[in-house]
């Protein structure tokens, strides 16, 4: 942890006051309310040794980061099956795209664009009794963390400007590949991306994605070392929407990010580290983030590759 330490240290101070480009998501208005200087970084190893820096221990909205949690309750029910519904494949396309869905007869690209995420949602509701509060349940328990909760104002922010999210979900209905109540659906998924964490938080709830045979405070297992590492490989390829192959060839770690301004990197069998910065690029990642994991990744000497 020492080495990453000082590293952390130095590359913050670098990053903290470069000129941001970004531009803070405000398409979902709720959103456009956060500090947009705001910029915190947590590292958490498999000893589960923490470290922060910033604005580290301040919540903020997660977004499509919850794309990977949602992910992994359905895989850890579906198993392979799920895959009959969502695609792995990079869709080179923004996250929030429609383009694709026609061609592929209603077959997201993969379960980390908005398409590929309501069909999860879809899955899940499916799958649970009380599909909100359960799957809050899985957030904390996999995290051991009690206080993980929804940010209701967002969630309804969401719901009122979600126009292309209603227009994916009926769209993907009208192929057969939505199953539920379309205004379930995306309840559920306007909730899941509402969830609200801080640095710390989240580099926490991803030990059970970074560590072999992670297994809760219960004793019990999340999901298989084939789930783990299949999921790790959606990271890497379809972490960052259109700008997937960029964030491996700067970073080269799986990875995923929010319009919220985080990216969660994992390097297996290492640490999970988290940057928050709200301003986002152009393809909606933070601008900052990408830029702090790229020289942390190149000074520690620590990609996957
Ligand atoms: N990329 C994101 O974080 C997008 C999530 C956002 N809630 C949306 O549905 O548009």
């Known amino acids: 942890m020492e080495k990453y330490k000082e590293v952390i240290e130095c590359v913050y101070n ?41 604005d580290f221990e301040t919540k903020f909205s997660i977004q499509s980061i919850s794309k990977v949690l949602t992910l992994s309750l359905a895989y850890k029910f579906e198993g392979a099956e799920l895959w009959d519904r969502v695609d ?75 126009f292309r999210n209603v227009a994916l979900c009926n769209f993907i209905k009208s192929f057969g590949n939505i199953k539920n109540n379309v205004e379930e659906v995306l309840d559920l998924y306007f909730h899941t991306c509402s969830l609200e964490m801080t640095c710390k938080e989240l580099s926490q709830i991803f030990l059970f994605l970074t560590i072999d045979n992670f297994t809760t405070k219960k004793g019990e297992k999340v999901i298989t070392e084939s789930q783990t590492k299949r999921i790790n490989a959606i990271m890497l390829t379809c972490g960052f929407y259109d ?49 702090f994991l790229e020289k942390f990744t190149s000074k520690t000497a620590s990609s996957i590759f």
Not at 257 to 267: K, N, R
Not at 269 to 291: E, F, H, R, T
Request: aromatic share 8%.
């Open 243 to 291: 700008e997937s192959g960029e964030f491996a060839f700067r970073v080269g770690l799986p990875g995923k990010s929010g319009v919220g301004g985080g990216i969660v990197a994992i390097h297996p069998d290492k640490y999970c580290i988290v940057v928050w910065s709200p301003k986002l690029n152009k393809k909606g990642n933070s601008y900052k983030g990408m830029l």
């Open 88 to 162: 792995v494949e990079p869709s080179g396309n923004p996250f929030n795209s429609l383009l694709q869905l026609e061609a592929d007869l209603g077959k997201p690209r993969n379960p980390f664009i908005n398409a590929g995420a309501i069909v999860i949602c879809d899955v899940l509701v499916s799958h649970l009794k009380n599909p909100k509060a359960d799957f809050l349940d899985f957030c904390r328990e996999i995290s051991n963390n009690p206080t993980l909760n929804y940010d209701e104002k967002v969630a309804e922010s969401e719901r009122v400007s979600g």
């Open 14 to 54: 670098d990053v903290k006051n470069i000129d941001d480009i970004g531009k803070v998501a405000s398409y979902i208005p709720e959103l456009a309310f956060v500090d947009a200087n705001s910029f915190g970084i947590s590292i958490t190893n498999i000893k589960n040794e923490n470290f922060g820096i910033g």
